[in-house]
């Protein structure tokens, strides 16, 4: 059993540095996991189905409760070496906020996002308006943020 763990945690050491090799000389990249900041701050996973088409999970945490949205972002090139790129598309989201106010609504995004091409590590800056189907709550122009994460 013990030998099991340790092929196994040395089998995933070892894709990992392979995978680190693989996006941090490259301007594109299949996964990045890191953390968005706005209004407090979230934990981001992005990963492409392609190269125009990714789905993002966030979840945003701050003094008035945690909000998890799902997006689908269809990218575009912004430059010639493909390493800023421009993404829009749909979401949805669920909020759990003090004083028992849950929330459902709807996401749209618009943002660009830059892969550095020598380390392993991109960027984004992205606008989330969104509408909430709960009484009290309406639109809601105050989402997005500023995302650093790890490509792999």
């Known amino acids: 059993m013990k030998n099991l763990f340790l092929i196994s945690l040395f089998s995933v050491l070892a894709l990992t540095v392979n995978a680190q090799n693989k996006t941090a000389n490259?301007?594109?990249?299949?996964t990045a996991a890191g953390i968005k900041i706005w209004d407090g701050a979230g934990l981001s996973l992005k990963t492409f189905l392609n190269e125009k088409n990714a789905l993002e999970f966030v979840g945003f945490f701050n003094s008035a409760g945690v909000r998890v949205v799902g997006l689908f972002e269809i990218y575009g090139d912004l430059n010639t070496e493909g390493n800023l790129k421009w993404y829009l598309g749909p979401g949805a989201h669920v909020g759990f906020y003090?004083?028992?106010?849950?929330v459902i609504g709807v996401d749209g995004v618009i943002g660009i996002d830059y892969?550095?091409?020598?380390l392993p590590l991109n960027l984004s800056l992205d606008w989330q308006?969104?509408?909430?189907?709960?009484?009290?709550?309406g639109f809601a122009g105050g989402w997005g943020g500023l995302g650093a994460r790890y490509t792999f």
């Open 129 to 137: 308006p969104s509408f909430e189907f709960t009484k009290g709550y």
């Open 26 to 30: 490259s301007l594109s990249y299949k």
């Open 115 to 118: 892969k550095f091409s020598e």
């Open 98 to 102: 003090k004083g028992n106010n849950n």
